[in-house]
């Protein structure tokens, strides 16, 4: 639901760029709140179909390539583009290294912070309504995974968190791997708690990997 996103965000922000609390803590505590809300709202009943436009839109291809695949690639490198020419992606890269100096030396911290977020509600939007076009239907529990799962991909990317390091081709290269793997372990006729468990697997991994990086640097 787009709008459960924005309002999503819109908190974060607060929390985040005002009170300076953990993105990361700020971010699924706000899915578990907000969630709760949308279960009391619906009252468990499930939502309707997608409208025809999105279905239409999530069966149709190139060759064999969905096209929500191709947009999603062109979002993407325009992303990484952006970030890595223009004076925003600069600012981000100087307070991921090191907020406190990201500040003394005149970097908007407040702006970029809250400008940072509000890209990220949008393109969790847009990344919302990829999903629902490929569904098709309506879910109140469908993507409840997709944060922890993103987080993995991010850490698996290489990206490092308080240091400034990392770039967008490595999440996008984990989270293809990691959609492929549980793909993968769904054809072999592994069950929703295999996956569930193969899924925890993976992110405790992750987080090895990334303390493991971290006691290195």
Same mark, same amino acid.
């Given at each position: 639901?787009?709008?459960?996103?924005?309002?999503?965000?819109?908190?974060?922000?607060?929390?985040?760029?005002?009170?300076?609390?953990?993105?990361?803590?700020?971010?699924?505590?706000?899915?578990?709140?907000?969630?709760?809300?949308?279960?009391?709202?619906?009252?468990?009943?499930?939502?309707?179909?997608?409208?025809?436009?999105?279905?239409?839109?999530?069966?149709?291809?190139?060759?064999?390539?969905?096209?929500?695949?191709?947009?999603?690639?062109?979002?993407?490198?325009?992303? /990484?583009?952006? %970030?890595?020419?223009?004076? =925003? $992606?600069?600012?981000?890269?100087? +307070?991921?290294?090191?907020?406190? @100096? *990201?500040?003394?030396?005149?970097?908007?911290?407040?702006?970029?912070?809250?400008?940072?977020?509000?890209?990220?509600?949008?393109?969790?939007?847009?990344?919302?309504?990829?999903?629902?076009?490929?569904?098709?239907?309506?879910?109140?529990?469908?993507?409840?995974?997709?944060?922890?799962?993103?987080?993995? /991909?991010?850490? %698996?990317?290489?990206?490092? =968190? $308080?240091?400034?390091?990392?770039? +967008?081709?490595?999440?996008?290269? @984990? *989270?293809?791997?990691?959609?492929?793997?549980?793909?993968?372990?769904?054809?072999?006729?592994?069950?929703?708690?295999?996956?569930?468990?193969?899924?925890?697997?993976?992110?405790?991994?992750?987080?090895?990997?990334?303390?493991?990086?971290?006691?290195?640097?």
């Amino acid at each position: 639901m787009p709008w459960f996103r924005n309002s999503r965000r819109s908190g974060e922000c607060l929390f985040i760029a005002k009170l300076n609390a953990s993105s990361i803590i700020v971010t699924l505590a706000m899915t578990m709140v907000l969630g709760g809300v949308i279960l009391a709202l619906a009252q468990y009943r499930s939502p309707a179909d997608a409208p025809d436009l999105l279905r239409s839109f999530g069966r149709a291809r190139i060759g064999m390539i969905p096209v929500a695949v191709i947009c999603w690639l062109v979002i993407m490198m325009a992303m /990484a583009a952006f %970030l890595r020419f223009s004076t =925003f $992606g600069r600012y981000i890269d100087v +307070i991921g290294a090191n907020p406190r @100096a *990201a500040i003394a030396s005149g970097v908007p911290y407040v702006k970029v912070m809250f400008t940072g977020h509000i890209l990220s509600s949008l393109l969790a939007v847009i990344s919302s309504l990829f999903l629902l076009s490929f569904v098709g239907v309506g879910s109140l529990s469908i993507g409840s995974d997709l944060a922890l799962n993103s987080l993995a /991909a991010v850490i %698996l990317g290489g990206v490092s =968190f $308080g240091s400034g390091k990392g770039g +967008i081709l490595g999440p996008t290269v @984990a *989270a293809f791997m990691l959609v492929f793997a549980f793909n993968f372990l769904t054809s072999l006729g592994l069950g929703e708690p295999g996956k569930q468990m193969a899924q925890g697997a993976i992110i405790a991994c992750a987080a090895i990997a990334y303390a493991i990086r971290g006691a290195r640097r």
